[in-house]
C-alpha cells in the first residue's frame, strides 16, 4: 500500500506524528512553520508574485495598466514576437525564489517542487484549459547522469498532479550539449540554442494535434523555450505556451 493510497484519516496521523519527531520548517529561510512544505509569513512577503498587469507573451510586469496597452505585449515582445502563444510566470527572480530554484537545481531539494508548483499552478490558471500537454525543458544526458532528475521534469508531474493535466515527461530531448546560459547575453544564448532542441523519436504522435504548454523553472530571454516551441510546432503541436516559476527581470535578462 503506498501513501497515496491510505485513508485520509490515517495520513493526516501519520502527518502529525512525523511533525512531532520533525517539526516542519520553512523551505526559504529554515525557521519554524505550522505545515511542512511550506514558507514563513516573512518569506511570502519577500515574494514579487506576478500579477496583472503583465505581458502576456513573455510574463515582465509593466509599471502600470496604462503601459500594457490594449494588447498587454511589451515593446520588446511587439517588435519580435516569440514563437510561443502566452507566456506566464509566478513570480520575480529575486533573491528568495533563487534560494528555492537552485538547491532544487544543484542540491537535490527535491522538496521544494511542491511548493513552486502550487505557484506555477495559480500562475498558469488562464491558459491551463483544452485539455493541454505539459512538455518540461529537456536536459541533455550528461547533466541528467550529473544531476538524476531534470528539475522541469518534476515540475511539470507535480503540477500535472494538481491540475488533472497530461505530462510528456520524455516529449524533447537535448541531443547536442550546451555550455551553462547563466552568463551569456540574449544573442549569444539565442545562438547557443539554435538546434539544440528536439522532439525524441517516436514521441511526435503525442504531441500532433495538442495544445502544448512548455514548463520550465525560470525563464530568462526565452532561447530554450524558443527552442523548445518550434521542435514542439514542427512535430504537429496545435498551440504552445510557456509556463516558468520565475521571470527573470530587466538587467537580470542581460546577466
Known amino acids: 500500500m503506498n501513501h497515496h493510497s491510505l485513508p485520509p484519516w490515517w495520513r493526516r496521523a501519520g502527518e502529525r506524528i512525523l511533525d512531532t519527531l520533525f517539526p516542519p520548517h520553512c523551505l526559504g529561510c529554515g525557521a519554524a512553520v505550522t505545515r511542512a512544505g511550506h514558507l514563513c509569513g516573512n518569506c511570502v512577503a519577500q515574494l514579487q508574485l506576478i500579477t496583472a498587469p503583465f505581458c502576456h507573451r513573455c510574463a515582465q510586469p509593466f509599471t502600470s495598466r496604462a503601459a500594457a496597452g490594449p494588447a498587454m505585449t511589451c515593446a520588446s515582445c511587439a517588435k519580435d514576437p516569440p514563437p510561443w502563444r502566452e507566456g506566464r510566470a509566478a513570480m520575480v527572480y529575486d533573491d528568495l525564489p533563487r534560494r528555492l530554484i537552485l538547491p532544487l537545481k544543484y542540491a537535490d531539494r527535491t522538496e521544494n517542487v511542491r511548493l513552486l508548483a502550487r505557484y506555477l499552478a495559480i500562475a498558469a490558471a488562464d491558459v491551463m484549459g483544452d485539455a493541454p500537454l505539459l512538455v518540461p525543458v529537456p536536459l541533455h544526458r550528461r547533466r541528467l547522469f550529473t544531476r538524476r532528475y531534470n528539475q522541469a521534469a518534476l515540475l511539470a508531474r ?14 524533447l530531448e537535448r541531443p547536442r550539449a550546451t555550455p551553462p546560459l547563466e552568463s551569456a547575453g540574449r544573442a549569444r544564448r539565442q545562438a547557443l540554442m539554435r538546434g539544440a532542441i528536439g522532439v525524441r523519436p517516436g514521441r511526435a504522435g503525442a504531441i500532433a494535434g495538442r495544445n502544448v504548454i512548455v514548463v520550465d523553472d525560470v525563464m530568462t530571454t526565452g532561447a530554450t523555450l524558443s527552442a523548445c516551441t518550434h521542435a514542439l510546432l514542427a512535430a504537429g503541436a496545435a498551440r504552445v505556451d510557456v509556463i516558468a516559476v520565475a521571470r527573470a527581470c530587466g538587467q537580470q535578462e542581460q546577466q
Not at 159 to 167: E, I, K, Y
Request: aromatic share 0%; charged share 20%; no cysteine.
Open 158 to 171: 507535480a503540477l500535472g498532479r494538481m491540475t488533472g493535466a497530461d505530462v510528456l515527461p520524455d516529449a
